[in-house]
């Protein structure tokens, strides 16, 4: 019997690519490097260093471990500056009756995101109260497609009981 629905957040519940490209983008800039879409596709599913060394490989940069925290860290200071625009409008469409569907059928709801950023865009999108639980980027050693991210959730939501 399914006890639990866990959820990711990025291309499931919402898109935030959008908000990370702007971000990215603007970084690349300082560089002189040009961001492109199709840049950006190499971005998806990979974590803010590796997307950081694919967007410096673009100019031939090679920067200290120091330096490229830095620049990761200011990446997502903008990319959370441009995120507080988002709205529940956003939310994919069907994605809010679907959370509303499964409280009332007594199951436990939780979101499973490698994004360290998930708590702040679960509030903007004024859902965060249709989840149990959440295992965020700040929880987690390995990010996806690990699936340690799942496991912990489990473990906390008592599905594998």
């Known amino acids: 019997m399914i006890q639990a629905v866990i959820f990711d957040l990025d291309g499931v519940l919402v898109d935030t690519a959008h908000y990370h490209y702007i971000a990215w983008k603007r970084l690349a800039s300082e560089f002189g490097i040009t961001l492109t879409p199709q840049h950006n596709e190499l971005l998806k599913g990979v974590s803010r260093m590796q997307s950081l060394e ?23 200071r ?17 994605v809010k009756e679907m959370l509303v569907a499964c409280r009332k059928k007594g199951l436990k709801v939780a979101l499973a995101s490698s994004s360290k950023n998930a708590p702040r865009v679960i509030e903007l999108l004024d859902i965060a109260n249709l989840f ?30």
């Not at 694919?54 to 997502?76: G, P, Y």
């Not at 500056?81 to 939310?91: A, C, F, K, M």
């Not at 700040?138 to 599905?159: A, L, N, S, V, Y």
Request: aromatic share 10%; charged share 25%.
């Open 132 to 161: 149990d639980t959440m295992v965020d980027g700040t929880m987690i050693t390995h990010t996806k497609p690990d699936p340690e991210i799942f496991f912990t959730r489990c473990q906390t939501t008592g599905c594998f009981t």
């Open 78 to 94: 903008w990319f959370m500056e441009y995120i507080e625009s988002i709205r529940p409008e956003e939310i994919f469409p069907g």
């Open 54 to 76: 694919i967007i410096l490989s673009l100019a031939n940069i090679r920067l200290s471990e120091q330096e490229m925290e830095t620049l990761a860290d200011k990446k997502n």
